[in-house]
């Protein structure tokens, strides 16, 4: 499986972009789907999952209603909607897929990440 990440860039404080990660070689449509990201100098870390279905979703409580992690299973694409950006939002965000909801951090394949900047 490779994924595709697409969509970051520059926003302001307060602004919205929607990330897209495309999966191809096979379907991702039996894999719960998630974003990590990454700012600089930290570690990676957990921001959404989605359910191979989309009935179940997790966030993290940094971007609890502010994020919508959705997925498309006929295009075989997961989206990132982002809302009320914060500085603290920047940072290289990764697609990735795991077996099951219930193993959400337990990744089986990662995409490249795409970079965004949110500034003040």
């Known amino acids: 499986v490779q994924l595709q990440a697409s969509g970051g860039g520059l926003v302001q404080a307060g602004g919205s972009l929607r990330l897209s990660c495309a999966a191809s070689?096979?379907?991702?449509?039996?894999?719960?789907m998630d974003w990590f990201r990454q700012a600089p100098g930290k570690e990676r870390e957990f921001v959404a999952a989605i359910s191979w279905s989309g009935g179940t979703t997790y966030y993290a409580d940094s971007v609890k209603g502010r994020f919508t992690i959705s997925r498309d299973n006929a295009k075989n694409t997961v989206y990132l909607r982002m809302n009320n950006l914060k500085p603290e939002d920047t940072a290289v965000y990764y697609c990735a897929a795991a077996n099951s909801i219930a193993t959400r951090e337990e990744i089986r394949y990662w995409g490249q990440g795409t970079l965004v900047t949110v500034s003040s």
């Open positions: 070689g096979r379907t991702v449509n039996t894999y719960a």
